[in-house]
């Protein structure tokens, strides 16, 4: 079989991000061969409905030719060029330009990085000098939300709210703080005002503690997505975006699995017409097709940054591989995918998808259905009236992942029973279709859930 001696290495010599190791060991890698539109080909020949989008990010599904073919034109051309140096290549200032178009509010300034974690680090970074330059030095602490996920380097590792990410990592610093997440479906509060009330009087309350002359900024996604796909209720991001500005301290969003169609939308500010003052983004940017991310900067920020350092003094902050030209001519090909019908499709399809998704909620073991535009949730409980999640050593994840597998579906099983939904936002409906009915059949192979 093509792929034993492949496993065989990969167990002795591939130190995979995110898994458990030894049981990865033990289990062996599952090796991805070729795809097209929504669907992977695995090593051994199986077809496979690609209901995660990669890691939620191959947006614009596999197979674009018109993609591969800016990417190799690019590399034939100018395969390199540094942003550093007064340096650029083409295709990085026309994504800058580009970015700076399709993004809300006065986002008008883009920076470059290889993905998220990088564009959160930069974040807390240009955060940092902005208010130094300001001699607002005691801004230091930043706030973020329990279940939010803001990547993995070691300054966004602990922005994120996630026990793995901490543990034996020596976080939180003392610098991050977390607040509830605005979890509709585990929650005291049942109204979306209540649950919107809640979330602005946490925030307050911490800043209080904190002191505002102390507190730099507060991030969030508008859909927190490793933290279990949790939809927060329409306003919430508005209101708390309204009580930062009240508060005197920077408001981020995250948009890296959010931009780009995920919800709707080509960014998921547009729901509320939010207008922050830093933007992250990545996954959707290039598809998948090529590594990028890139942080947008309100012109304010920017100016009281440029102004900052003496004349001639750089701003200490960059990667070799930022705006690199092949990864930027990538994202200008996906963007005219995106233009040409895609953002339209996530919005029909995502409405689609989101109807039929509520179908599954009369399945024994659904306790919750969430979902925005393409980026769903399903939460699975041993009862729909206590909310009891199922008995841990039922392996619920574990077998959802095997049992979608066998039922040719690919989706993210999360270890506190969540089934993580975000197909390529070129879905048709009969593709959705054919997923539900194997998320059907896949849910009907754990129905011994209870305690
Ligand atoms: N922020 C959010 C909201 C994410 O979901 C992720 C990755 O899933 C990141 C940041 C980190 O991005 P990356 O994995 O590209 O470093």
């Known amino acids: 079989m093509l792929s034993n001696s492949l496993i065989e290495k990969d167990r002795a010599h591939y130190f995979h991000p995110v898994v458990p190791i030894r049981a990865h060991e033990e289990r062996g890698v599952t090796i991805m061969q070729s795809g097209k539109g929504v669907f992977l080909k695995d090593a051994e020949g199986n077809e496979l ?6 890691l939620w990010c191959v947006n614009a599904g596999y197979g674009h030719e018109s993609v591969v073919e800016a990417a190799a034109e690019q590399m034939r051309r100018l395969p390199y060029a540094t942003g550093y140096f007064h340096f650029g290549s083409e295709p990085a200032i026309e994504l800058a330009a580009k970015l700076a178009d399709l993004s809300p509010g006065d986002l008008d300034h883009v920076f470059f990085t290889l993905g998220g974690s990088d564009a959160v680090d930069t974040v807390i970074r240009m955060v940092r000098y902005y208010f130094n330059a300001r001699g607002e030095t005691s801004k230091k602490h930043f706030i973020a939300l329990e279940k939010g996920y803001h990547g993995s380097s070691s300054n966004g590792a602990g922005l994120t709210a996630l026990p793995v990410f901490h543990d034996k990592f020596d976080l939180p610093m003392q610098w991050q703080h977390h607040i509830a997440s605005p979890f509709p479906y585990r929650n005291d509060a049942t109204t979306d005002e209540e649950i919107i009330a809640q979330g602005v009087a946490n925030l307050r309350a911490k800043v209080a503690e904190l002191g505002a002359e102390n507190v730099a900024a507060f991030i969030m996604e508008l859909v927190q997505g490793s933290g279990g796909v949790i ?221």
């Open 231 to 451: 939809v927060p209720p329409e306003g919430y991001a508005k209101a708390m975006q309204d009580t930062c500005r009240e508060l005197g301290i920077l408001f981020i969003v995250d948009e890296v699995i959010t931009g780009f169609g995920r919800t709707g939308p080509m960014f998921g500010c547009e729901h509320e017409d939010l207008t922050p003052d830093f933007l992250t983004t990545a996954k959707g940017l290039t598809s998948g097709y090529a590594p990028m991310g890139a942080v947008f900067v309100s012109d304010r920020i920017y100016q009281t940054i440029a102004d900052a350092a003496p004349e001639g003094v750089p701003f200490g902050h960059g990667f070799t591989y930022s705006g690199h030209p092949v990864s930027a001519a990538v994202a200008l090909e996906v963007i005219k995918l995106y233009e040409g019908g895609m953002i339209e499709n996530a919005k029909t399809v995502g409405a689609y998808f989101e109807a039929q998704l509520k179908t599954l909620l009369d399945h024994p073991v659904v306790g919750d259905v969430r979902a925005k535009g393409l980026l769903a949730g399903i939460e699975i409980v041993s009862s729909k009236d206590t909310k009891a999640k199922p008995a841990k050593d039922k392996d619920v994840a574990g077998r959802l992942a095997k049992a979608g597998y066998e039922n040719g579906v690919i989706f993210r099983a999360f270890a506190d029973d969540v089934i993580g939904l975000a197909p390529p936002i070129c879905i048709t409906e009969a593709e959705v279709d054919l997923l539900i009915a194997r998320l059907r059949a896949t849910l009907d192979t754990i129905l011994d859930v209870e305690g």
């Open 49 to 54: 409905l690609d209901g995660f989008a990669g």
